[in-house]
């Protein structure tokens, strides 16, 4: 991302760089599968890595912890998140559709305006957002836990805030300049640091560990974004000031959206787990923490593809419906192959993978687990269409959009949890997104004219119906049978995924090793390409 912190040296090979691979997803060049499955290996691969991290330290953690500990390493996290996207207003992410849509147009000037306020403004928000948290750290205790016993560990998260989002403005850059094997090194390299350092703090201070390692992680990042945005290079030109305040308006502009959004997405968890807190409990709290974090691990890595390169390739053609809906229906295409398989095996495996990620303690979280899988599944289908309305910049609808959610989400979770306790808080995760998604499709069907694909209402009814069926397997079928149910689905949608993401690749172009095994298997045995 830059050479320094403000420092920075011409390089105008980066925008030419960034400009062919637009050019690669331009109309004439046909589908764009190749290039969402090669950012989906890429940034999915690095993610694998950072669930293999996670599993060590989410196993450590919370065998040290406990569910109670757990909750309120949750809880910890959720301050965090929420202060963050108030002090951070946003511009991370508008700065990644900025550069973006920069380096598309060769402009390697207007590049290095938006990376130079990019860089400085996320120094300011993390200086204010830390700020917010040593001032305010015994209001926010008051109001999180109903005393002002952990004031002083909430004004240590002030190290958390400052950091990330410092972390963040350099991720920014490296992802809007689409350098994408180098943001998955830093998530990789990040955690691993970071998890090196917070295992051995949590192991020898229990519960007063936990601030010192969420913020060894956030430093862990810093450092490792800062060394990899040192490669991004960008020419950065003599600056007037009314040139400066242009571009810091135009990152707010936009910014204000994103803020507002994560405001009310992070801001909506916040208050879910003060609701758990309060009327179940700290146990049911890191029941609840644990199944989200697990339930969140597959599908995370096609939500960070979709991020990491469709959204600023889907912003270098934001004018344009007839591309954009394409890109969205290809998206969504691999992003549903990819996931299904993954979300059966949840269901199936659900007691394994909560024993194996965490003890015998946390067996209530299972079927949290599976509610949340079934969220999951809809949130691949819906990000797609979000980045519709982010990517035309409007932003009233998109914040229009997250009120809908977040108002749903907050009933739903109140009064699942008067009548479910913590499954509760699961099941109106699955609901809150059923809504999203028929509202989402309605809106963008009016922005743009977007149709799903038929391709993918095949696909979609029949993950749907496979999902349904080993879902109530649980409930309604004896443990064995369901089991035997639910790993025939899983083994078959593997196998389906598998099969339809090979034929959308030209197989002349894989490594000689691949080609054989996929020969061998009979998996290569695909004509290339979907109609």
């Known amino acids: ?161 400052f950091f990330s989002l410092i972390s963040g403005g350099q991720s920014a850059l490296i992802q809007g300049l689409r350098r994408i094997g180098d943001l998955a ?24 560990g936990v601030v010192p390692s969420l913020a060894s992680v956030a430093i862990m990042m810093t450092a490792t974004s800062w060394w990899y945005s040192r490669k991004a290079r960008t020419r950065i030109p003599t600056s007037r000031f009314a040139t400066l305040t242009k571009e810091v308006g135009s990152l707010l502009k936009l910014g204000f959206a994103f803020m507002a959004s994560s405001l009310l997405t992070l801001g909506a968890a916040y208050l879910i787990r003060i609701m758990l807190v309060r009327r179940v409990g700290f146990e049911a709290t890191g029941l609840y923490q644990s199944a989200w974090t697990l339930g969140g691990l597959y599908a995370g890595f096609i939500l960070q593809a979709m991020g990491a390169d469709f959204y600023p390739r889907l912003s270098a053609h934001a004018s344009d419906n007839t591309i954009c809906n394409r ?24 007691p394994l993978v909560i024993a194996l ?13 599976r509610w949340i899988s079934l969220g999951a599944i809809l949130q691949v289908m819906t990000w797609p269409l979000g980045f519709i309305i982010i990517a035309k910049a409007r932003q009233a609808i998109f914040i229009g959009c997250e009120i809908a959610w977040t108002i749903v989400s907050l009933g739903l979770a109140w009064i699942g949890i008067s009548f479910f306790g ?37 696909i979609s009814i029949g993950f749907t119906a496979a999902i349904a069926v080993v879902f109530f397997a649980f409930h309604l079928a004896p443990f064995t049978a369901a089991v035997t149910i639910g790993v025939v689905a899983t083994l078959g949608s593997a196998i389906y995924s598998t099969r339809e993401l090979i034929g959308l690749v030209d197989l002349a172009a894989l490594p000689a090793a691949l080609k054989n095994i996929l020969r061998f298997t009979g998996l290569g045995r695909m004509p290339g390409g979907i109609s």
Do not use: C
């Open 1 to 161: 991302m830059k050479e320094g912190y403000f420092g920075v040296s011409a390089m105008p090979a980066i925008a030419t760089e960034i400009q062919e691979g637009l050019q690669a997803s331009e109309p004439g060049t046909g589908s764009s599968y190749g290039r969402i499955l090669k950012s989906s290996a890429l940034v999915g691969g690095s993610s694998v890595l950072n669930i293999a991290i996670g599993v060590v330290r989410t196993k450590v953690i919370a065998s040290l912890l406990g569910p109670a500990g757990f909750g309120l390493f949750g809880l910890y996290g959720s301050i965090t998140g929420l202060v963050q996207a108030v002090a951070g207003m946003g511009v991370n992410s508008s700065g990644v559709r900025q550069i973006a849509e920069a380096a598309g147009s060769s402009q390697t000037t207007d590049v290095g305006h938006i990376a130079m306020v990019l860089r400085r403004v996320s120094l300011i928000s993390g200086i204010l957002g830390g700020a917010v948290l040593l001032v305010f750290a015994r209001e926010i205790s008051n109001i999180t836990f109903g005393n002002d016993h952990h004031a002083r560990a909430v004004a240590g998260l002030s190290v958390v805030v």
């Open 357 to 369: 990620f965490y003890s015998a303690k946390f067996g209530g979280a299972v079927p949290i687990l």
């Open 327 to 350: 890109l969205v229906n290809e998206q969504t295409h691999v992003g549903l192959l990819l996931a299904g398989p993954g979300v059966l095996a949840t269901l199936t495996f659900a």
């Open 185 to 208: 090194k830093v998530g990789v390299l990040g955690s691993l640091l970071g998890t090196l350092i917070s295992i051995p703090l949590v192991y020898f201070f229990r519960e007063r």
């Open 422 to 458: 913590a499954v509760g808080a699961g099941i109106a995760f699955f609901g809150s997104y059923v809504v999203h998604a028929i509202l989402l499709y309605m809106i963008t069907s009016q922005m743009s004219g977007f149709r799903w694909s038929s391709a993918n209402k095949k």
